[in-house]
Each structure stands twice: as structure tokens, then as C-alpha cells.
């Protein structure tokens, strides 16, 4: 069978143009891949930048009107202050600055009026009890109708230094167990004993014991006197 020289150009074009069509749809193929790789580390990253925060406000909407609730709305505001603006890690650690020097009331016993803070913003406040026998009790400014007390103990690390820890039960309006919340706090004495600045950490477990996250900041305080 015999082809003439026209038709032998034209099937010869007819694989040039398929050839070049296949091309552009691997090239499209490759971009559109691409795009979509792209696509999937954009939304990997935002989903780990958002997820500290779903997961602290998913605390906070579930848990009960508690102790343990209050410290979930901390978490929540911290995460909330965090999302508006970015808190550098030396404004939180800011707080424990040194004692002064001319302290007077050496002692942390006594009632307290305290603010906990993410940067320069207040998250919550309450009022506080150090007790002689290293028992504190904390009642924080939150709704008193499912319960506002919260119990630590504390010891002094320090002159005019001092530790603090609470453990608290989780749960949720159903009545299930979300695990525990573990706040701590390191206080420095100043202003001739009346008043107080340093760290606090919330830290969040699941009900097996396992670490979920992390929430840092500061904490200030007044003693408050009889007068």
C-alpha cells in the first residue's frame, strides 16, 4: 500500500500536534499536582498553628462550671490574646523579676488580690489564700453557681520565693472525664512584702495521663491588709 507525499505530511502533522498536545497535558498534569502539594502544606500549616488554640477552646466550651473550668477559661483567653497578637517569650518570663531588696513581710501568708496575664492583657483574676501550713485556696472571678474553689499547696524555694501548685479534675457537662489540669507558680516577694510578680503554667493531660499542651504566663498580685 502506497501513501502519497501529502498524506505522508499530514499524518506526520497529526503526531506533532498529538505529541504536543500530550505535553501541555503533562505539564498542566504537573502544575495542578503542584498546586495541590502546595495547597495541602498550606493548609498543614495552618491547621498546626490553629490547633493549640481549637483545642484550648474546645477545653473551655466543654468542661464543667469548676476549678477545672476556670482554669480552661485561662487557657481559652491565653489562646485568645496569643491568636490577636503575638507574646514574646521574654514578656512571659518577665515576670519573675528579682525580690526587693527591702522587703519587709517576708511572708507569703495571707489574702491576696492577684491577675494572671498574657502579655500585658489580664485574663482572669481572684482572690487568694496562703495559709500557714502550706495549703492555698483560690477563688477565682469566674460564675460561683457550679463551683469557683480551687485548692494548691506551696512551699518556699527561696527567700522571699515561693512555689505553688494546683491539681485539678477535668470533665465535661456530661459528665465525662477530659483528665487533669496542673497549674503552677513561681512568686517573688516586693514592694516591702505587698506585692508579688512571677510565672504561672497551665499544663493540660488527657485521662490516661498523657501531655496534651502547654500554657504559659505571668502573674501579679496585692496583699490584701486589714487596714
Not at 32 to 41: C, E, F, K, M, V
Not at 86 to 114: E, F, K, M, Y
Not at 188 to 196: A, E, K
Amino acid at each position: 500500500m502506497r501513501f502519497t507525499k501529502s498524506e505522508i505530511r499530514k499524518s506526520s502533522g497529526e503526531r506533532s500536534v498529538a505529541e504536543e498536545d500530550g505535553m501541555n497535558s503533562e505539564k498542566m498534569s504537573g502544575k495542578n499536582a503542584s498546586s495541590g502539594i502546595l495547597r495541602t502544606i498550606l493548609s498543614i500549616a495552618g491547621v498546626r498553628v490553629a490547633a493549640l488554640s481549637v483545642l484550648v477552646v474546645a477545653f473551655s466550651a466543654t468542661a464543667m462550671a469548676s476549678c477545672g473550668d476556670s482554669l480552661s477559661a485561662m487557657a481559652a483567653a491565653a489562646a485568645s490574646v496569643r491568636s490577636q497578637s503575638q507574646v514574646s517569650q521574654s514578656s512571659v518570663q518577665n515576670g519573675s523579676a528579682a525580690a526587693s531588696d527591702n522587703a519587709v513581710n517576708t511572708s507569703i501568708v495571707g489574702l491576696w488580690h492577684i491577675r494572671f496575664q498574657v502579655g500585658d492583657q489580664t485574663i482572669q483574676e481572684a482572690f487568694q489564700i496562703w495559709n500557714t501550713g502550706g495549703t492555698e485556696v483560690h477563688n477565682p472571678n469566674v460564675d460561683p453557681r457550679g463551683g469557683n474553689i480551687c485548692l494548691g499547696v506551696w512551699k518556699e524555694a527561696a527567700p522571699r520565693t515561693f512555689k505553688l501548685t494546683h491539681r485539678v479534675w477535668s470533665y465535661d457537662v456530661s459528665g465525662n472525664f477530659l483528665g487533669t489540669i496542673n497549674l503552677t507558680e513561681t512568686l517573688v516577694l516586693g514592694d516591702r512584702g505587698n506585692s508579688h510578680n512571677g510565672s504561672f503554667t497551665l499544663d493540660f493531660y488527657d485521662p490516661s495521663g498523657n501531655f496534651l499542651f502547654e500554657v504559659p504566663g505571668t502573674v501579679v498580685g496585692e496583699r490584701i491588709s486589714i487596714n
